[in-house]
């Protein structure tokens, strides 16, 4: 039997506690699978007296992640502390400069500097595996990473974020506040110490970059990424979508265009008889479009301890069978230094459908006026409804939703720039995206 891969975890919160305790309890499993035991040598949190129910004692315990990453007798170091600065970015490159191989779930480290690891990993000879930080239990790294090379991607996009998926799937199904699903969230275990990242957008961009980068071989490039988030999206959009046979969810999507390479992170309308539209609640959902393969489509849980800890569990068992010396698969796909450099796609450039929600004072004529500003702009119209609000006072505003035909961003911005020149509207218009899967 070859000798126990010695490993230091920092951070033991939802994700390090979950870990830790499936290392305990299957510890005689994986040293079948694995071919060696799995041992906790080190540990190291914020608080060391809390109770995680599963006992540590053995490991040795450290006060600075940064010490354990640069003393423990370790052979890897699994991050899960967060965060794209210090303690977290100090700490992997301690151990990697040192040749201890990393396993990280922070998905906001590796959008700031996953170039600048990746190149010290490789110097080093060690791997640097990240499989829990992009749709949680999904294996999308190993497939882009691995299973998909040879293949030209054309577009990967999908739900990235358990939190605002569970969100916008409650607020739908059981009529829910937004404050109380995210609270839920929360207590669940899914969303960012910094809820915000979440609902901003922010966690489903840093996940999207580290994708764009597998796909396309470009640098990171998570500022450049066209952001929206879900706080603006309320119970009327998600119901007049489901009306029109579309549901609301947070989507990356990133793709290649004329002008470079598109990367965006908003709600998105997706017709209702997709699969992706069926994803509910932490799932998460990933499509990879390429030219040998065709259209992957992998959905499964995105977010949680026990899901996240699969994943890491996952990527440290890939390091307990490597051999040693032997090559190793490079962090980012390719070597470091021969990604290529980012180009930003306009989003006015953007084609595709849109959904447009106006509120609007009930005068004679708004109507004609809104499909006039359309046509001026050169856009088609798959429908025009007018509704009624909620009381049916003929002074109240009424409320008139558009779904175009695919069109270019511009267009839909001068339009509605024009209409809300017109001085009817009640409010600030709300205009959706909409995204059609290639086949599921
Ligand atoms: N929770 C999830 O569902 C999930 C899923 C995928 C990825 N992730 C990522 O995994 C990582 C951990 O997430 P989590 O939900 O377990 O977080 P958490 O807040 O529950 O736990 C963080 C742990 O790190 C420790 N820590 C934080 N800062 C520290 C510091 N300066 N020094 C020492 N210890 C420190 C905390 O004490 C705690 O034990 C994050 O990068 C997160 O984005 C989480
Ligand atoms: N907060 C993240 C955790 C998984 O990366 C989410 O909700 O998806
Ligand atoms: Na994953």
Partial sequence: MADALKIGIAGLGTVGASLAKILVERRDMLQTTCGRPIEIAAVTARSKGRDRGVDLSAAEWFDDPVALAREARIDVFVELMGGAGDPAHAAVKAALSRGVHVVTANKAL????????????????????????VAGGIPVIKALRESLTGNTISRVYGIMNGTCNYILTKMEKEGLSFEACLKEAQRLGYAEADPAFDIEGNDTAHKLSILTTLA????????????????????????????????????????????????????????????????????????????ILGELLMVGPGAGGNATASAV???????????????????????????????????????????IR???????????????????????????????????????????????????????????????????????????????????
Wanted: aromatic share 4%.
């Fill in 313 to 355: 569990l996952g990527d440290i068992a890939d390091i307990a069978k490597s051999r040693p010396g032997a090559q190793t698969v490079p962090a980012l796909g390719r070597p470091a230094a021969s990604l290529a450099p980012y180009k930003r796609a306009q989003i006015r450039k953007h084609h595709g459908g849109y959904f």
């Fill in 216 to 291: 396309f071989g470009t640098k990171i490039s998570a500022d450049d990424i066209y952001l929206e988030g879900i706080t603006n999206i309320s119970i009327d959009d998600i119901r007049a979508a489901a009306d029109l046979g579309y549901r609301i969810k947070l989507l990356g999507v990133a793709q290649k265009t004329d002008t470079g390479v598109e990367q965006r992170v908003h709600p998105t309308m997706v017709p209702l008889d997709s699969v992706i539209a069926q994803v509910d609640g932490v799932t998460n959902a990933v499509a990879i479009e390429s030219d």
């Fill in 358 to 440: 106006l509120s609007v004072e009930d005068r004679t004529g708004v109507f004609a006026s809104i499909a006039k500003h359309m046509a001026e702009n050169g856009i088609s119209l798959e429908s025009i409804v007018q509704r009624a609000q909620s009381t049916t006072e003929s002074t109240d505003p009424k409320t008139i939703i558009l779904v175009t035909h695919a069109t270019m961003e511009d267009s839909v911005r001068k339009a509605v720039g024009s209409v809300k020149g017109e001085g009817y509207l009640v409010g600030e218009p709300q205009v959706i995206r909409i995204e059609r899967p290639k086949t599921a």
């Fill in 110 to 133: 590796l959008a700031a500097h996953g170039v600048e690891l990746a190149g010290i990993a490789e110097e080093n000879g060690c791997i640097l595996n990240y499989e829990a930080a």
